[in-house]
């Protein structure tokens, strides 16, 4: 007599063939993830090194973490199933070694992460020796770069390589964000306040910045190059 799957074995196969096909799409996400210039993951100063250096010790925990729980959760249903109405699962309340696991191992990850996003801040907001200075302003919808010597340009900011760059923000009418992405982090040109970041680049070359704060209808006008 010819066996045919019961219901509850199709469902089965359908849940595994689910967590397969999301799997295989979790996995190939990354590699689409990983775009070219002006990606943050391809740092091309000092500043922009200790920020995506952050970002994948951050991910390969949250990678580890998220193995740990999902195959923990697997396990458990597999493990744990029930195999009729009067099974009871095991339990593991006033488990203390339990208790404690899940409790020190979470603190330890958040103060390592501490201690390491303190260091990449202290390297950043370090003030470099002898930088270059230049004045950016906000307008909409352009940036107005000034440099010591009374010249101006716009969208448009020339820079020598190997020497820190250290940048003047201000805006004259609505707050924007100054970031190029592989040279640094984002800060704010806000309105009657100066707020000051700066960058070294490693290697000649032109960087594409933008304004990270939307800024009104022509806020997509607001590119600029770094050369």
């Not at 390969?60 to 458990?76: D, N, P, Q, T």
């Not at 992460?113 to 919808?141: C, D, R, S, Y």
């Not at 000051?196 to 607001?222: I, K, P, R, S």
């Amino acid at each position: 007599m010819e066996h045919k799957p019961s219901i509850v074995q199709l469902r089965s196969a359908q849940r595994w063939i689910a967590i397969v096909v999301g799997l295989l799409t979790v996995l190939a996400i990354p590699a689409r993830a990983l775009a070219g210039p002006p990606s943050p993951l391809l740092p091309e100063s000092p500043n922009a090194t200790q920020i995506s250096g952050l970002f994948f010790i951050v991910l390969a925990i949250a990678l580890v973490v998220f193995v740990v729980v999902e195959g923990l959760l697997v396990f458990a249903v597999v493990r744990y199933r029930r195999k009729n109405d009067d099974d009871l699962p095991e339990q593991i309340h006033g488990n203390n070694t339990l208790e404690a696991m899940w409790t020190i191992i979470p603190t330890g990850i958040m103060v390592a992460l501490f201690f390491l996003t303190l260091n990449a801040l202290t390297a950043i907001q370090t003030e470099p020796a002898n930088p270059m200075t230049v004045k950016v302003i906000g307008h909409q919808w352009f940036w107005e770069i000034r440099y010591d010597t009374g010249v101006i340009t716009n969208n448009e900011l020339r820079v020598p390589v190997g020497r820190p760059v250290e940048v003047e923000l201000q805006s004259i009418d609505v707050i924007h964000s100054f970031w190029v992405p592989q040279l640094g982090g984002k800060m704010d040109a806000i309105p009657g306040h100066i707020n000051t970041t700066w960058f070294t680049a490693n290697d000649a070359g032109t960087y594409v910045g933008q304004c990270a704060e939307f800024c009104g209808l022509q806020h997509y006008a607001m590119l600029f190059d770094v050369i």
